[in-house]
């Protein structure tokens, strides 16, 4: 490889994504550093501007030229930081908010069309081709997956059948649990993908790095009134980056927000972890009962969480 090889690829790749005409190609008044900017104060509850500089390698002089012009655009807000009074805090306003999820949309959108040029049996090989690239280039510096590179989105095809398959394989891998189990989740998933109410129902997809790492699913209940949790999953290379935590949140919002009361869950005493992970949000165990399922001595669990309660 040459130099030369690398510099026609970097050509080429700034054409497809419409890098050097960011703004226009995505019908917004922002170049791709201030929309990488806007993006970085999207994920973070706060950041100060030394954060930015460094996360983004930008020059000192420069990133401050863009928050002067998100600040009169009313974008952000700027105070002396909390643990260092010599620093700048950088906040989004709601306006900031406002454009930063527009822009994350029209991206998904462009990218979005950009993929589905792909024929599905060469994505595989070129989610593959960006991860060698990013692993080999990035020198083991600032590769570590972060929590904001973390996507949550509905399932395409093929995810729901992934989560049969994950489910099965990775309870079997960790608790030695049989076929029976892999039966319950298919008929779950089965259920949901025949007969469902997209306005009450649905399924969330965590992606990182162009892969499925994570799902949940949210279903009417039998009691009037309620939501059901299910499926919930993170792999085992993904943890650690609150997803789970992110994924049990946008189901609570999501319930709460198309008016259920209550949000159930039904889970096992062995999934230590994911019992810490409910609590966390506000959960509260309401009833237990030992069983023999999936091929092992259980104690099932049935957890609740009032949805217009204090805390979550």
């Given at each position: ?16 994504i ?31 501007a ?47 908010r ?16 950009l ?35 973390v ?5 395409g ?29 298919a ?5 949901f ?110 957890w ?9």
């Open positions: 490889m040459t130099v030369q090889d690398i510099r026609s690829f970097n050509r080429f790749y700034t054409n497809v419409g890098a050097l005409d960011y703004g226009r190609h995505l019908y917004a008044p922002y170049t791709l550093t201030e929309s990488r900017v806007l993006y970085e104060l999207a994920h973070a509850s706060h950041t100060d030394a954060d930015l500089r460094a996360e983004l390698s930008l020059d000192a002089g420069y990133l401050s030229r863009i928050l002067n012009k998100f600040e009169q655009d009313g974008l952000i807000e700027r105070a002396p930081s909390e643990k260092d009074p010599r620093r700048r805090r950088v906040t989004l306003t709601t306006r900031g406002e454009a930063a999820a527009l822009l994350d949309e029209r991206a998904r959108e462009t990218v979005g069309s993929l589905a040029t792909v024929p599905p049996a060469d994505r595989p090989r070129l989610a593959e081709a960006m991860r060698t690239v990013r692993t080999i280039l990035g020198d083991g510096k600032g590769q570590a997956p972060r929590r904001e590179d996507v949550l989105r509905e399932p095809p093929g995810d729901l059948g992934w989560m049969v398959q994950r489910n099965a394989a990775l309870y079997t891998a960790e608790y030695g649990w049989n076929a029976d189990y892999e039966g319950l989740v008929r779950i998933v089965a259920d993908a025949e007969d469902h109410d997209p306005h009450l129902e649905r399924v969330w997809i965590a992606e990182l790095d162009g892969r499925p790492v994570g799902c949940v699913m949210c279903v009417r209940d039998d009691a009037p009134g309620a939501a059901r949790l299910r499926l919930l999953l993170v792999e085992p290379e993904a943890r650690g980056l609150g997803i789970g935590d992110q994924l049990v949140t946008t189901v609570a919002d999501f319930a709460r927000g198309v008016g259920y009361h209550e949000l159930v869950l039904w889970t096992n005493d062995v999934l230590a972890a994911a019992r810490r992970l409910y609590q966390r949000h506000g959960f509260v165990l309401v009833s237990e009962k030992p069983h023999r399922s999936f091929g092992a001595d259980l104690v099932g669990q049935d609740r969480l009032d949805l217009h309660g204090n805390g979550e």
